[in-house]
């Protein structure tokens, strides 16, 4: 009898040992390897909403452009409604400045640009922009999946993950799809986390309006868990009544 419950031990333990680490490393890389990433800064474009923020040494009595926005709670509860949208000629339209032309711009250049503008109104302006309606889903193997807001101007696909609180244990790292939704047709396209060159493409950073699908490994490792959980309450249930006939 003990020796069929070790057999049975001996091959549970070599069917879960199946997936490696080196199924699951991220950057699979060796030590000291120093990698670049690159800075994808996004650019705007038709049909991004942006809050738009101007602060100033200008006394308020004469901050004619934030006098124009209504500071009230209900404006922080829903920011959507206080956006300024890129029109489909690329501008936008703002309080006392006019139409400002943003399409491909990026966020850093279209600050500088409302700042030049803004200077011939106010003291010392500081401009803060944030894309409103940014956002991605994320599908498949994560702990949370569903659509994700983001609010910072550039973001990569680790960062996505990571919001989504993570991968699931079965997800497969080098396999992940990313429609985007760019033009007329989607772009389909495939990344592999595990590729140390990944960190210096432009496919590492998501744009607004990505699917991310994270799908699950491969079917015969479904098959090595369930025979590994399977041989588990095998063992266990030999083992119990092992124990009970001979007491």
């Known amino acids: 009898m003990f020796r069929i419950i070790y057999i049975l031990f001996i091959l549970s333990f070599l069917l879960s040992s199946c997936v490696t680490n080196k199924d699951i490393d991220l950057f699979s890389i060796k030590n000291n390897t120093k990698i670049k990433v690159s800075n994808s800064s996004a650019k705007l474009s038709d049909g991004d909403l942006l809050y738009v923020e101007i602060k100033s040494l200008t006394p308020n009595d004469y901050d004619f452009f934030n006098k124009s926005q209504d500071n009230s709670v209900s404006r922080l ?13 690329g501008y936008i339209s703002l309080p006392m400045l006019g139409e400002i032309f943003v399409r491909g711009s990026s966020i850093d250049d279209a600050e500088k640009l409302i700042k030049n503008i803004a200077s011939d109104y106010f003291t010392s302006p500081f401009v803060k922009l944030v894309v409103l309606n940014f956002n991605v889903t994320v599908l498949g193997e994560v702990k949370n999946p569903g659509l994700i807001n983001i609010f910072e101007p550039t973001i990569n696909l680790l960062d996505v993950i990571g919001k989504a609180n993570g991968f699931t244990q079965i997800a497969n790292r080098k396999k ?10 989607p772009e389909i396209f495939y990344v592999d986390l595990t590729d140390k060159k990944l960190a210096n493409s432009k496919k590492f950073f998501v744009k607004s309006g990505d ?3 994270i799908e699950p490994i491969e079917k015969r490792f479904f098959v090595v868990n369930n025979i590994s959980t399977a041989l588990s309450t095998i063992i266990s249930s030999l083992t119990l009544y092992f124990l009970l006939t001979n007491e």
């Open 211 to 213: 699917v991310i699908n």
């Open 77 to 89: 509860n829903n920011p959507y409604i206080y956006g300024y949208l890129v029109n489909d000629s």
């Open 176 to 185: 992940i799809k990313i429609i985007r939704l760019e033009g007329e047709k």
